[in-house]
T-cell receptor, first 114, second 114 residues
């Protein structure tokens, strides 16, 4: 079964600095999708960025970018120019292309210091 | 564009009772998934509905059941509530077509079982 591991329960970053959140996953499949979701204290899960496994190019969405290493099964999120509004729980998620079960990691709580 | 909405926001039930949670999908989305998020953990997939049929199920017992209606809204029903069912229940909708693997979440229903 696919598993997703986020090894950093908590991270902190200074406002305007850059932070990287780690995620590894375990799968025997070759076709899948990876996501980072943000869950603020208001609890609504917001899609931050997505990556299709068949794409070699790393996804980028404004200040958010990923480092997708398919062979290493690693999918880290880089947040540049961190803002106070980036403070939240961040979840890494995996979804197989062959079924509808999305697996989430345990999350990383990001604190942004002014 | 209206996002995913869920009702009620909070709910308190007694062990052994039954509960129904509701979800309205985002406009144009025909697939709805339900997740259980225990405190301090990532969401766990319960099941997914597509065109009113169950289209995938996670490791949850049959007392967790659902429905999807012709307008793509959905219900999650839980019978014989147990204390461990206390959690945030999240609904997510997905569009059809090539972006069907993406999921957009509602704000959740916080269920407390006493």
């Amino acid at each position: 079964a696919q598993t997703v591991t986020q090894s950093q329960p908590e991270m902190s970053v200074q406002e305007a600095e850059t932070v990287t959140l780690s995620c590894t996953y375990d799968t025997s499949e070759s076709d899948y999708y990876l996501f980072w979701y943000k869950q603020p204290p208001s609890r609504q899960m917001i899609l931050v960025i997505r990556q299709e496994a068949y794409k070699q190019q790393n996804a980028t969405e404004n200040r958010f970018s990923v480092n997708f290493q398919k062979a290493a099964k690693s999918f880290s999120l880089k947040i540049s120019d961190s803002q106070l509004g980036d403070a939240a729980m961040y979840f890494c998620a995996y979804r197989s292309a062959s079924n509808n079960d999305m697996r989430f990691g345990a999350g990383t709580r990001l604190t942004v210091k002014p | 564009e209206t996002g995913v909405t869920q009702s009620p926001t909070h709910l308190i039930k007694t062990r052994g009772q039954q509960v129904t949670l509701r979800c309205s999908s985002q406009s144009g989305h025909n697939t709805v998934s339900w997740y259980q998020q225990a405190l301090g953990q990532g969401p766990q997939f319960i099941f997914q509905y597509y065109r009113e049929e169950e289209n995938g199920r996670g490791n949850f017992p049959p007392r967790f059941s659902g429905l999807q209606f012709p307008n793509y809204s959905s219900e999650l029903n839980v019978n014989a509530l147990e204390l461990d069912d206390s959690a945030l229940y999240l609904c997510a909708s997905s569009p059809g077509g090539p972006r069907g693997y993406e999921q957009y979440f509602g704000p959740g229903t916080r269920l407390t079982v006493t």
